[in-house]
């Protein structure tokens, strides 16, 4: 079996940029709204409102994204002190949410390949330059992180939110086929939509 084996889907996560560059974990800072009713993953794609704050992106066809989520603070209800989560839990509520979010057009992403709803799913270089459709789980409240993929249908319909840039080499496995993909942003990130929020 090819290593590292990949057990489950972990949504979308930042290496690199489009030129090469290492991803050093840049991100902007957005709010999130006091009571917002989803829970939000690390590794979740996120997109903007018309208040100026973020909420999970149902990950499909369609998508309209700022980023993705990769972690927040808030002062707990509970507890009275400012945490660092790596989810927001839904319902929480606080007036100082702060989420970290990786909105950069030109990052790149590891994501895992499915294929039916959440089974591992195998690609060939192929699929390279292909769009892909991200496939939408909720994450775990244990690790905090994604149960988002790429679906293994691959096509060259524009509106998807996903180009494929590359395979995992790592992951390749006796076929010659590959469990992982790098990715970036493809239509649809909310920087490019000219017509505003």
């Not at 999970?56 to 993705?68: L, S």
């Amino acid at each position: 079996m090819a290593y590292p084996a990949i057990e489950a889907p972990y949504g979308l996560k930042p290496v690199k940029l489009l030129s090469g560059v290492p991803f050093v974990g840049v991100t902007r800072h957005y709010s999130i709204a006091s009571g917002y009713d989803t829970s939000i993953f690390y590794g979740d794609a996120v997109k903007i409102i018309a208040d100026g704050t973020i909420e999970r992106e149902t990950a499909d066809a369609a998508m309209a994204y700022i980023g993705v989520f990769l972690g927040c603070t808030y002062t707990s209800p509970a507890l009275k002190y400012k945490l660092f989560s790596q989810y927001y839990p839904a319902d929480t509520a606080a007036t100082d949410i702060e989420a970290f979010i990786g909105d950069g057009t030109d990052i790149l992403f590891k994501v895992a390949v499915t294929s039916g709803t959440t089974v591992i799913g195998e690609m060939t270089k192929a699929a390279i330059g292909a769009n892909a459709t991200m496939r939408d789980a909720t994450g775990s409240a244990f690790t905090g992180n994604s149960a988002c993929s790429i679906d293994d249908a691959f096509a060259t319909t524009n509106t998807l939110p996903l180009r494929v840039v590359g395979v995992v080499e790592e992951t390749k496995n006796a076929a010659g086929n590959y469990t992982e993909a790098y990715v970036k942003w493809n239509a649809g990130h909310q920087f490019n939509n000219t017509t505003g929020v």
